[in-house]
């Protein structure tokens, strides 16, 4: 474990600050983990200290429970943070299924598969997207309910029998797709995120594609009884609207989607007050079609949780053509500033920022400073935003600028060249405009904190975030202008590949980042299975339900290589929505930054564990996260992985963490950063673990769903414990 140069300040640092109280939060009450993120501040922390620093070495494998559908060939991940309520665990599979089991056992108690509630439909017609956890509610009787999302559909689920409560919704569901304002029933919606649960309402965002075909992210609220809507934000405003003044297209509103909350969000229930971050707007790197600062994309709103209205909002990004939007829920903690506690919501981002604002009025604790940044743009149509909001304090956490010095010196000579050579074709440095020639996008775009998002320390004020350090190269190339009159159909095939599919699966179809090469897809799927396939989507894939038939059977045609379709006469007449749609630009793909031996161009770590105090925005110790093997093998010091899922903190001293590509289950010292503890997991933990207590016993369990970053996939649920006494 390397803590130099990492190490920021000294251990008597920390333990001045560990005395900091927080009277608001009394963290002696963080026993359970009822509520995703650990309870209602998201601070992932735990006051449980069974198990410590002098005895991490001694945990063991409690139990196991395995889900019994991984899906090895299409890399399926588990990414869920379980809950624990009354003794009994909740938790999905890689399929979507909602499983209960004793959380002292790992014995099944029982498993609510989604798929079958779906009349007249099979597996394979439901979009299979990634689930972060599920939601409970009770009225403190009889009435216990699971809410998740599978496919489109907020399921209301009876936590005791595993049964769809059908007075909920429509027969125990509610479809994402209603209530948006529009007819968006072809367009993707689901929800990644757990929903949030305030008194009597179900609070929830949406995940929707990125590209032109998105729908509207609007924030709603149902009743958690009958599933009625009772309150919706737009947060793409609509005329009348405060925000409605920040796009300069007064028609955006009807056509721009996005701005939607994939991430979570976070309830301060004295206060009655949601936080909830939201992300871009469509689409991802071309602004042409959404001109203006874009209110309330990239933001963090203050809301009303009971009604909705707008309290107060802060812009993390104007006018967003990075897909930097806020990566996590948000946490509430308590801080001392000024000599005075303090109710803070802390947020942690792509960029590698932390911004800290008064729960109450908005205000920043730190100095944040709209700075000047490049517009010189060459796209057609874009007009970038001139200034930025950077934090002075505290310092990101990342690393944010790729210049030659940061080339991995681990290279062969030859390679090292190679990429010293290409970067200097590269557009770079922050909030640099997108560009033909390739602009290096850096935090990349799964840089800095990632969707696990931090844990807080309630008792000290120190914030714990996991972040990647990953360059990727992205380049801005002319949309096929060919006149759709004149098309056969391979020829519409590849402009609507390149227009639809190539930003995720690359030009040569090789596939790029977390997206699979298609190369051979012709061997697993014919005309009728690859339509349906792109009609429904699967995981990180949206679905495209709202192409035409012609056009879906034209992508097939060159995908799959139909040569007898190849030189059918295409033609197709395009909607309003399908003018709007057609930009000037796609991009290359998400293409990782990479040596010829496929090794990271930029230099190690490209994974850390940060710990930053709040109260006085310094960083306290910084360590790497995560080994590469083949570098390991060579005495390379530890170089840290990319890492997904977040980390959880104790008060017996310990921040426990998966997330690595290694697939390793680890414990570091909260004080220090030194590690303690680690062990093989059967799969990589993407997933962010949870802390409990069952029969007096101490437990961490954790998802090994694996499947990202080219790991194979697991479908296991492990907790560990100390040894039971006698035994």
């Known amino acids: 474990m390397i803590h130099t140069p990492f190490a920021k300040l000294t251990v008597a640092i920390f333990t001045l600050s560990f005395f900091v109280a927080c009277k608001n939060e009394t963290p002696s009450a963080y026993t359970g983990w009822s509520v995703v993120n650990g309870n209602a501040t998201g601070n992932k922390y735990s006051s449980l200290e069974q198990i410590d620093t002098t005895n991490v070495q001694r945990l063991q494998v409690a139990w196991t429970y395995n889900t019994g559908d991984a899906d090895t060939a299409a890399h399926s991940q588990i990414q869920c943070n379980p809950i624990i309520v009354d003794g009994i665990m909740y938790a999905t599979s890689p399929q979507l299924k909602l499983i209960a ?48 999302t599978a496919g489109s559909f907020v399921h209301a689920v009876n936590a005791t029998t595993g049964k769809l409560i059908e007075s909920f919704g429509n027969k125990g569901k509610i479809d994402l797709h209603d209530d948006l304002g529009a007819d968006v029933h072809d367009l993707f919606v689901t929800a990644t995120s757990a929903p949030t649960v305030y008194k009597d309402l179900v609070i929830t965002g949406t995940r929707v594609s990125e590209g032109m075909d998105a729908a509207p992210g609007h924030i709603r609220a149902y009743d958690v009884r009958t599933g009625k809507m009772r309150w919706i934000f737009h947060t793409i405003p609509q005329p009348g609207e405060p925000g409605y003044e920040t796009w300069e297209d007064k028609d955006a509103w009807k056509m721009v989607g996005g701005a939607n909350n994939w991430m979570g969000l ?254 051979d897809v012709n061997k697993k799927l014919n005309e009728d299975s690859f339509i349906d396939f792109i009609n429904h989507g699967r995981r990180m894939m949206p679905a495209f339900q709202y192409l035409k038939q012609e056009e879906k059977e034209a992508i097939a045609s060159f995908v799959l290589d139909i040569k007898s379709n190849q030189q059918k006469k295409f033609v197709s007449v395009p909607t309003a929505a399908e003018v709007f749609r057609n930009v000037p630009y796609t991009i290359s793909g998400y293409i990782k930054f990479l040596s010829k031996e496929g090794l990271p161009a930029i230099a190690p770590p490209w994974g850390t564990l940060t710990a930053i105090n709040l109260n006085t925005g310094e960083h306290v110790w910084k360590t790497t996260l995560g080994e590469e093997a083949e570098l390991k093998a060579r005495g390379v010091p530890p170089t840290g992985t990319e890492n997904y899922g977040g980390p959880v903190v104790t008060k017996g001293g310990l921040l426990f963490i998966g997330a690595s590509k290694d697939g390793k289950f680890r414990a570091f010292s909260k004080a220090t950063g030194t590690l303690l503890w680690e062990t093989n997991l059967p799969a990589p933990a993407f997933a962010t673990p949870a802390v409990y207590s069952a029969n007096g016993r101490q437990y961490v369990v954790v998802a090994c769903g694996g499947g990202k970053l080219g790991t194979k996939s697991g479908d296991a649920y492990v907790a560990f414990a100390l040894p039971e006494k006698n035994k």
Request: glycine share 10%.
């Open 266 to 519: 976070t309830v301060d229930h004295q206060r009655g007050i949601a936080y909830v971050p939201i992300g871009s707007a469509s689409m991802d790197f071309y602004g042409g079609k959404k001109l203006g600062s874009n209110l309330y994309a990239d933001c963090m709103l203050a809301l009303d949780a009971a009604t909705g209205k707008l309290k107060w909002h802060f812009q993390f990004i104007h006018h967003d053509t990075w897909d930097w939007d806020p990566s996590s829920a948000p946490v509430l903690t308590t801080i001392q500033h000024e000599g005075k506690d303090v109710d803070v919501v802390a947020q942690t981002t792509k960029t590698g920022f932390v911004f800290v604002f008064d729960r109450e009025t908005g205000k920043s604790i730190f100095p944040i400073k709209e700075t000047p940044v490049d517009t010189a743009t060459k796209l057609v149509g874009e007009k970038l935003w001139p200034t930025q909001p950077v934090p002075q304090k505290p310092a990101p956490f990342v690393r944010q600028t790729f210049g030659e010095k940061d080339i991995n010196p681990y290279l062969p000579k030859e390679s090292y060249e190679d990429v010293k050579s290409r970067l200097k074709t590269y557009h770079t440095g922050m909030f640099t405009p997108q560009s033909k020639e390739g602009t290096v996008i850096f935090p990349g775009f799964d840089g800095g904190a990632e969707w696990g998002g931090p844990a807080v320390d309630p008792e000290s004020g120190l914030l714990y975030v996991n972040a990647n350090e990953m360059a990727w190269i992205l380049h801005m190339l002319d949309v096929d202008k060919t006149k759709q009159t004149s098309e056969t159909y391979i020829k519409a095939g590849v402009r609507l590949y390149k227009q639809h599919c190539m930003s995720c699966h690359g030009p040569e179809r090789k596939g790029g980042g977390n997206y699979p090469s298609i190369v």
């Open 101 to 148: 089991v004793d959380a002292a056992t790992g014995k099944e108690k029982w498993v609510f598969k989604p798929f079958e509630q779906v009349e007249g439909d099979k597996e394979g017609h439901f979009i299979l997207n990634n689930n972060r956890g599920v939601a409970y509610w009770t009225d403190g009787k009889d009435d216990k309910r699971i809410f998740y």
